[in-house]
């Protein structure tokens, strides 16, 4: 029972590299989210796809692109890191029918510093 | 600007006793309301939830209630358990095109034996 699924868990890069975060669930959710967590903060939205093809902005979008080519992946990339996007990365997924708690499923989270 | 506080950052309770985790929101229009525990190198777990509809939601130790007209909510657990420490969020529906959450800074909860 996967689940969702992130990769890689722990990653270090210097300043400017690029990088793709993997998420992926085997649930056939339609809705797919990344998050970015900082000590002291809670969960914060950075990106959100609403279905295969499709991808909008949430809180925190600077910095990052995301592409969402197949349904069961949603990709996070840095093109260009910084210090500032040192952080804990959460991808979520969920169906658009019955919100409630049950029905997100969160990823166990990918370790990123930028040095 | 936060929509969803927690003014504790951190609470220490003793084993056995009642622990009260608040959470404190902005918008009287958010309809929904979670809580989620999280503990370290994991991802948030799904706690308990309550509608605006309702003022007080139960499950086994842990009860949610809420008190719309203070905008307030709180998590009670009780007794406390060792296992419940942890970091607790308190989160709302987001709206928009797919509902995302948002989250409050967090309480971590620590419980003494």
């Known amino acids: 029972n996967a689940g969702v699924t992130q990769t890689p868990k722990f990653r270090v890069l210097k300043t400017g590299q690029s990088m793709t975060l993997l998420c992926a669930q085997d649930?056939?959710?339609?809705?797919m989210y990344w998050y970015r967590q900082d000590p002291g903060m809670g969960l914060r939205l950075i990106h959100y796809?609403?279905?295969?093809?499709?991808?909008a902005k949430g809180e925190v979008p600077d910095g990052y692109n995301v592409s969402r080519l197949k349904k069961q992946n949603f990709l996070l990339g840095l093109e260009s890191a910084a210090p500032s996007q040192t952080s804990v990365y959460f991808c979520?997924?969920?169906?658009?029918?019955?919100?409630?708690?049950?029905?997100?499923?969160f990823g166990e989270g990918s370790w990123l510093t930028v040095v | 600007d936060q929509q969803v506080k927690q003014n504790s950052p951190s609470l220490s309770v003793q084993e056995g006793r009642i622990s009260i985790l608040n959470c404190d929101y902005t918008n009287s229009m958010f309809d929904y309301f979670l809580w989620y525990k999280k503990y370290p190198a994991e991802g948030p777990t799904f706690l308990i939830s309550?509608?605006?509809?309702?003022d007080k939601n139960e499950d086994g130790r842990f009860t949610v209630f809420l008190n719309k007209s203070a905008k307030h909510l709180s998590l009670h657990i009780v007794p406390s358990q060792p296992g419940d420490s942890a970091v607790y969020f308190c989160?709302?529906?987001?709206?928009?095109?797919?509902?995302?959450?948002?989250f409050g800074k967090g309480t971590h909860l620590i419980i003494q034996p």
């Open positions: 989160a709302t529906r987001s709206g928009g095109g797919a509902d995302g959450l948002t």
């Open positions: 979520a997924s969920r169906d658009p029918d019955g919100f409630s708690g049950n029905t997100i499923y």
């Open positions: 796809s609403v279905g295969e093809g499709t991808t």
């Open positions: 649930m056939n959710h339609e809705y």
């Open positions: 309550i509608s605006s509809i309702k």
